[in-house]
């Protein structure tokens, strides 16, 4: 079935790295998306990697894809408290009737100080 | 950029009330997307349209719920009668058709508590 998976909870403190992992179920996926959500708000686009991309890099944002894992990570370098917040992972890929994407549960992301 | 706007932002009513949220999409995204997001359950997609036409509404937990998109740039979530149980944020999201990229944008939700 389709299914975005990925851990509830990550605890990290201030200055480490933190690393976000989601596995995904679809190998023709087109792209592969990470939102964030802070609290009260809605989810916003952190990063992507098309699918025949291995790594991605943006700042202190690294996106791994190993597609015969189907397995996606996201790295944040120096994670700060403003950090903290939910992660969702996202699949996407084109159909006949358009396009679908599916987000995983998220994970919320602690960073003690 | 205006991106996507939703409102009412808060809205607290009592249980049996018609319940009606509404969205605007970002101007030239032709797709339309209605979210449930609950610690239960997490972000549940509920229904989408294509150039104001509901595609799947597989999601819609019961008939008490009801879309419409009567122009491109206006779409409603009504649920009446509203129950304890569709407490939730309610999320909508746009975006557009292309060969390239084409991420959901969200707004900031429209958090219902039915009392």
């Known amino acids: 079935g389709e299914d975005v998976e990925q851990s509830l909870f990550l605890s990290v403190r201030e200055g480490d790295s933190s690393v976000i992992n989601c596995t995904y179920t679809d190998s023709s996926s087109t792209y592969l998306y990470w939102y964030k959500q802070e609290p009260g708000a809605g989810l916003q686009l952190l990063t992507y990697i098309f699918s025949n991309m291995d790594m991605k890099q943006d700042q202190r944002l690294t996106v791994l894809l190993n597609k015969k894992d189907k397995h996606l990570s996201l790295r944040i370098a120096d994670t700060q408290t403003g950090d903290s917040a939910i992660y969702f992972c996202?699949?996407?890929?084109?159909?006949?009737?358009?396009?679908?994407?599916?987000f995983g549960a998220g994970t919320r992301l602690f960073v003690k100080a | 950029d205006a991106g996507v706007i939703q409102s009412p932002r808060h809205e607290v009513t009592e249980m049996g009330q018609e319940v009606t949220l509404r969205c605007k999409p970002i101007?030239?995204?032709?797709?339309l997307f209605w979210y449930r997001q609950t610690m239960m359950r997490g972000l549940e997609l509920l229904i989408y349209f294509n150039n104001n036409v509901p595609i799947d509404d597989s999601g819609m937990p019961e008939d008490r719920f009801s879309a419409k998109m009567p122009n491109a740039s206006f779409s409603t979530l009504k649920i009446q009668p509203s129950e304890p149980r569709d407490s939730a944020v309610y999320f909508c999201?746009?975006?557009?058709?292309?060969?390239?990229?084409?991420?959901?944008?969200f707004g900031d939700g429209t958090r219902l508590s039915i009392l």
């Open positions: 999201a746009s975006s557009s058709t292309g060969l390239g990229n084409q991420p959901q944008h």
């Open positions: 101007s030239g995204h032709d797709y």
């Open positions: 996202a699949e996407s890929w084109g159909n006949t009737g358009g396009f679908k994407t599916i």
